[in-house]
Structures are given as structure tokens and as C-alpha cells.
């Protein structure tokens, strides 16, 4: 009985010293599997760093690139399109003004009373409306037409308080957020579609022409007084609410930036000085490219694999476009070293743009003690199911790498604005306005705070003082207006 006893308890030891042993195996393999992962996303935040001497670089070659792109055309990246945009609205406008915001599958359609200084804008009313996606591949006159007959429905819901004064035209201001050549204020000629569009028949007309001719087929009497993209009219839009704002930046699907140049310091403005001795220029900063920046291997990867391989580099590495997909590859990347959601990678992570940058920014915020925002949306984005809470903050560690990155870069890019016009200088202490608009911006909090962060640790303490950050919404629709407004052909308007 005794040896069947001592025989009995020896086996249950094995038994248990064999759980143990394959316990602590695990935990062992489990431990190195996780320093494994730590040890690459350190690799891959240390070629994502920028500490405030890169920053300062990446601002001295915006503002390099800023005076060679002004220079000569071609000469930069940077496109530096002359707007033609010499007067902007001071608040004097008075009259009804038109504007038509086309930039997506959606346009829209909007009027203003403007009454002056004293009553700045009476009454402001609009409308949206769906392009149908037949006419976004169809002919120019169908889709022009379409947009036209909108506008002249819009019109003729006119209410008694908006008033046109006899004997004048309604004035609009156009804004068209696709590549163009600018040829003047009123004329510019399309260079390509973007955003799901492809008519080739009207690539290289002249865009002003294409809508005065629907509008005349539909009777509208109408003159087009401006034509702009979303980030001039951010600028106006700013510049009408605060007289000292300079320069505009977009940041949402997409990026880009606008400022009020000197007209004397642009070398390739052929045509005699405006009065006003300003013009703003469009920089087209999201093709901005320099050796200051941190590119990664999954910026490389999702610049060769897009429509435009090699171009608009910025707008890639900070625009709430292309944030989701970049998270979305480095996650790919730890799944495929090191098993971290199981051990097959899972199908959903694999695809392409299917993590957007609204559901980082939901996971980025969450509060929540055991994250329960970031576990739902691995669930129901990606396929990913029961995470642990250390691989949930794993996942938030990705996106606030990649988030703040972005927004850091854009608070240089704004810096090198700042500094091609002189005013980062104890000396220079004019108060410096720079208006922001964008879903990025607005609603992506994390995103915004170390942008602003960024830029006053750039400018330092004595500078920052003078230099305000502020949101202008609705610079797209309102500003084109009010563009409209402050180049009217009616003197007594302005």
C-alpha cells in the first residue's frame, strides 16, 4: 500500500512539475515574443522621430523650396501658383454675392447679404446636393449642365431678403478643389481630375467657360467673379473675420497651404504690380519633398502602390487620407513578425485603406480603463477579436506615432511659412494669424494640440505670444463669396 502510495504521489509531481515547467515555457515565450515586438516598433519610432532640431530643418527647406518655387516656374516641388487673389475682403463688402463649391461627389450652392462694417453678413443661406455617379464619368455639358440647372433652382428660391440692386449682374465665386492652371482671377483651365472623377473631354478647358456656358443654357444671368480652390477661400473667409490672418492651411482628406505673398518678392510675376502690392499664393504644399523627412518603409510602400507614385509626398505622410492606411501597414507588420493577433495574420489587415483615419482618432481617444473603443473597433473593422489590454495599448502606441508625426510635420510646414515671411523674430512681433480648416484639424483633437504644441515649442516663448492658430469654418463655400465680393466688378460694392 505504501509503495503504490509513494509510486502514486511521485507521478502526480511529474505530472505537476510538468505543468510547471511548460507554464513558465510559455510565459518565457510569450515574454520573448512580446520583447520582440517592443524591440520593432522602438526601430520604427526611431526612424519616425523629429525632434525639434529636424523640425527646424524641415521649416528651413518649406521656406528653401518656398522662394525657388516663386522664382521660376518649376523650379520647386513646391507649384507656387499665382491665385491672382490681390484684394481681400475687408469687411466693407456690401450686396448679395453667389458662391459654388464643387470639390467632391457633392457641391454646393450658397448666397450672403453682406451689409458692410457695420452689418457684415445679414443673412447666409445654402443648399448641398448629390452629383449623381454616371455624370461623374460622363461628358462635360451633362455634368456642367446638371450643376447649372442646381444653381438656377437656388437662385430662383431667392427670397425679399436678398437684395440685388438694379441694373447688376449676380456675382459668383467658384470654388473647384482640382488641379488647375490658374490663367486670372476668373479663368483657369483643368489639368486633371481627382477624387472619383474622369471626364477627358474637359481636361485643359477652361473650367469658368464650361459653367458660364451651362448657365447661359439655362438662362442663369451670371457673372463668375472668382475662381478659387478651398484654401484660398479659407484665407478670405479668415481675413474677412480677423484682419491679421496671412496664410491658410487645409488639413483634412487632404493638405494644403495658402499665404499673402508680397507681390515684389515674386520673381516670375510678369504683369505689372497689383495695387494692393499683395498677391496670395497657392503653395500646393502637400508635393513638398526633402531629405528632412522621415520616411519610413510603409511610406515608400504606400507611395508606390498609389495612383500617383512619387508625388505629394507631405499630403501623404499628414493627411487624414492616408493616416488610417499608414497605422494599418505597421500593424500588418508586427502581425507578420510576431503573432500578436493570433497566429495567422488576420484577412481584413491586409486590405488597403480599410482602416480609416475617423476610426484611429475614436481609438486614439478612448478613455475608457480596459480601452473598449480600440477592442470594438479591431473586432468589427479588422476581424480581430478577444485582444488583450496590452495589445490594444500596442495598437494606440501605433497610432499616436503615426498621428503625431503628422501632426508635427505640418506644425514645420507652417513654421517655414512663418519664416519666409519674416515674422519668427523677437524683433517682428506682428500678431500673426494662421487660419485652419479641415475635419482633421477639427475634429481629431490629439491631432490639433500637438500641432499647436509643436509650433510654439518651434517659435519659442517670445514669439509664440504673437502668433495665433485659429479655426475658420466654411472657407470653401463662404470665402469664394466673399472673394466674389471683394473683386466685384461694381466699384461701389467694395
Known amino acids: 500500500m505504501d509503495q503504490k502510495k509513494t509510486v502514486y ?3 502526480t509531481a511529474a ?9 513558465v515555457i510559455r510565459k518565457k515565450t510569450k515574454g520573448e515574443k512580446w520583447g520582440k515586438v517592443q524591440n520593432l516598433l522602438t526601430q520604427i519610432e526611431a526612424k519616425c522621430a523629429l525632434p525639434i532640431d529636424k523640425l527646424g530643418e524641415v521649416a528651413e527647406a518649406m521656406t528653401v523650396e518656398m522662394h525657388a518655387g516663386l522664382a521660376s516656374e518649376g523650379g520647386s516641388k513646391l507649384k507656387m501658383l499665382l491665385s491672382y487673389v490681390d484684394k481681400l475682403p475687408t469687411g466693407d463688402e456690401k450686396g448679395l454675392f453667389y458662391a459654388l463649391d464643387l470639390g467632391g461627389t457633392n457641391f454646393r450652392v450658397l448666397r450672403l447679404q453682406l451689409g458692410g462694417k457695420e452689418g457684415r453678413v445679414v443673412k447666409q443661406e445654402s443648399e448641398e446636393v448629390s452629383i449623381p455617379p454616371h455624370l461623374m464619368t460622363g461628358g462635360s455639358h451633362e455634368l456642367f449642365d446638371f450643376i447649372a440647372a442646381a444653381l438656377a433652382r437656388f437662385v430662383s428660391s431667392e427670397s425679399e431678403d436678398f437684395k440685388l440692386p438694379e441694373g447688376r449682374k449676380r456675382e459668383l465665386g467658384f470654388t473647384f478643389s482640382f488641379p488647375v492652371k490658374q490663367l486670372s482671377l476668373s479663368s483657369g483651365t483643368l489639368i486633371k481630375w481627382t477624387k472619383g472623377f474622369c471626364i477627358e473631354e474637359a481636361v485643359g478647358q477652361d473650367v469658368v467657360e464650361e459653367l458660364t456656358k451651362a448657365m447661359e443654357r439655362q438662362g442663369l444671368d451670371m457673372n463668375v467673379t472668382a475662381l478659387v480652390n478651398d484654401t484660398i477661400g479659407t484665407l478670405a473667409g479668415g481675413r474677412y473675420d480677423d484682419n491679421d490672418v496671412v496664410a491658410a492651411v487645409i488639413m483634412g482628406t487632404g493638405s494644403n497651404a495658402a499665404y499673402v505673398a508680397s507681390a515684389i518678392e515674386i520673381p516670375r510675376l510678369h504683369q505689372a504690380l497689383p495695387e494692393s502690392g499683395e498677391m496670395v499664393i497657392n503653395m500646393e504644399w502637400g508635393n513638398f519633398k526633402s531629405s528632412c523627412l522621415p520616411l519610413t518603409e510603409f511610406d515608400d510602400a504606400m507611395d508606390f502602390e498609389s495612383l500617383n507614385p512619387g508625388e505629394q509626398i507631405f499630403e501623404k505622410m499628414i493627411s487624414g487620407m492616408y493616416l488610417g492606411e499608414i ?16 497566429d495567422v495574420v488576420p484577412t481584413k489587415l491586409e486590405i488597403p485603406f480599410i482602416l480609416r483615419t475617423p476610426q484611429i482618432s475614436l481609438m486614439h ?7 473598449e473603443v480600440v477592442g470594438a473597433k479591431l473586432k468589427y473593422t479588422l476581424g480581430i477579436n478577444n485582444t488583450s489590454l496590452n495589445i490594444r495599448k500596442l495598437v494606440v502606441e501605433v497610432i499616436d506615432m503615426v498621428t503625431k508625426r503628422a501632426a508635427k510635420l505640418a506644425a514645420a510646414g507652417i513654421y517655414g511659412i512663418i519664416k519666409k515671411l519674416g515674422r519668427d523674430k523677437i524683433a517682428n512681433k506682428k500678431r500673426t494669424v494662421i487660419a485652419v480648416d479641415g475635419g482633421l484639424y ?3 483633437a490629439i491631432f490639433s494640440e500637438c500641432m499647436e504644441n509643436t509650433l510654439r515649442e518651434l517659435l519659442g516663448e517670445e514669439v509664440e505670444s504673437s502668433v495665433v492658430i485659429k479655426h475658420a469654418n466654411d472657407g470653401s463655400g463662404l470665402g469664394a463669396a466673399l472673394l466674389a465680393a471683394s473683386h466685384s466688378e461694381y ?3 467694395q
Do not use: M, N
Open 365 to 371: 481617444h478612448d478613455s475608457s480603463p480596459d480601452l
Open 327 to 342: 497605422v494599418r501597414r505597421v500593424l500588418l507588420k508586427l502581425a507578420q513578425e510576431q503573432p500578436i493577433f493570433g
Open 491 to 493: 466699384p461701389e460694392v
Open 9 to 11: 504521489t511521485a507521478a
Open 442 to 444: 477639427e475634429h481629431y
Open 15 to 23: 505530472v505537476v512539475a510538468c505543468v510547471v515547467a511548460a507554464v
